[in-house]
C-alpha cells in the first residue's frame, strides 16, 4: 500500500474566502511493491507527499513481517503525510515517538525544495537511497545515501540530513533490504520511472522477504 496525496490544498484569498488549490508535485515517480513469498500483508511503504514549495518522498520498511510490520509502516506514513512541509530531521523524530512500543521501521526520505532547487535526505536503517544526475549514470555520478544504524522506534541515531542542489532530469531510488543491492549496478533505472520501478522489482526483489522500489524523477 502507497499514500498518494490528492494534491490539492487549502488557503484563504484577500477577502478571506476559502479557495482550493491545486499542488503539482514537480516529480514523476512510480512504486513496485510485493509481500514475502507466504505473506498476506507487505510491511514495505511508500510515501509521495507535495507540500507547498515541494514534495516528500518516503520508503518505510517494517521490522520483521506480517501485520505487525504493516501497521508500523502505516503508523509512520500517516505521521509523513501530516507533517510533510517539516524538514526530514524533525519528520524522522516524530515518526520514532509515535512509533515507540511498534516494531519501529527503517526510513528513508528526500524532501524536495523546488524554489531553492534542492534536496535533503537521510536514512535509519537499511531502505538504499540512490541519486543519480541527468548529465552521467549511477557508476560515474551517483550520491549513495548514508544510511545510519537504528530503529525508527525503538533506537535513534544521531540525525543529520545531506542537502544538495537538483536539477530537472535528476533520478532518486529508493529500495528496501528485500530488494538485491545489484540493482545499483545495472541500467534498470532508465525509462520511465513506473516502468523502472516495475524492472528492479522483477529483476532484483526477493523472494525471502517483503519488497519495495520507489523511482522519482525531477521535471522543475
Known amino acids: ?10 488557503w484563504h ?6 479557495v482550493e488549490a491545486v499542488i503539482v508535485p514537480p516529480i514523476d515517480w ?17 510515501v509521495v507527499r507535495p507540500f507547498a514549495c515541494g514534495v516528500l ?3 518505510l520498511d517494517g521490522i520483521g513481517h506480517g501485520p505487525e510490520a504493516t ?6 506514513g500517516e505521521v509523513l503525510e501530516t507533517h510533510s512541509g517539516e524538514p526530514v530531521v524533525s519528520l524522522v523524530q516524530r515518526c520514532h515517538q509515535r512509533l515507540r512500543g511498534t ?31 541527468r548529465a552521467a549514470p549511477f557508476s ?14 525503538a533506537h535513534l541515531p544521531p540525525l543529520r540530513a ?29 525509462g520511465r520511472p513506473q516502468q523502472a520501478a516495475d524492472t528492479i522489482l522483477a529483476k532484483f526483489g526477493k523472494a525471502t522477504d517483503d519488497a519495495l522500489v520507489l523511482v522519482a524523477r525531477y521535471v522543475g
Request: net charge negative.
Open 1 to 10: 500500500m502507497n499514500f498518494r496525496s490528492s494534491l490539492t490544498a487549502q
Open 13 to 18: 484569498n484577500s477577502d478571506d474566502q476559502e
Open 30 to 46: 512510480g512504486v513496485a511493491a510485493c509481500a514475502r513469498a507466504g505473506e498476506r500483508d507487505c510491511g514495505d511503504l511508500a
Open 57 to 59: 518522498l518516503a520508503v
Open 71 to 76: 501497521l508500523a509502516a502505516r503508523l509512520a
Open 103 to 133: 516494531r519501529g521501521v527503517a526510513m528513508s526520505l528526500a524532501a524536495i525544495d523546488v524554489p531553492n532547487k534542492s534536496m535533503a535526505w537521510l536514512g535509519v536503517g537499511n531502505v538504499r537511497g540512490i541519486f543519480s544526475c
Open 140 to 153: 560515474a555520478s551517483g550520491e549513495f545515501l548514508l544510511l545510519r544504524a537504528g530503529v525508527v522506534g
Open 162 to 190: 545531506t542537502d544538495f542542489p537538483v536539477s530537472a532530469g535528476d533520478t532518486l531510488v529508493f529500495a528496501t533490504d528485500g530488494v538485491d543491492d545489484a540493482f545499483t549496478r545495472q541500467s534498470a533505472w532508465r
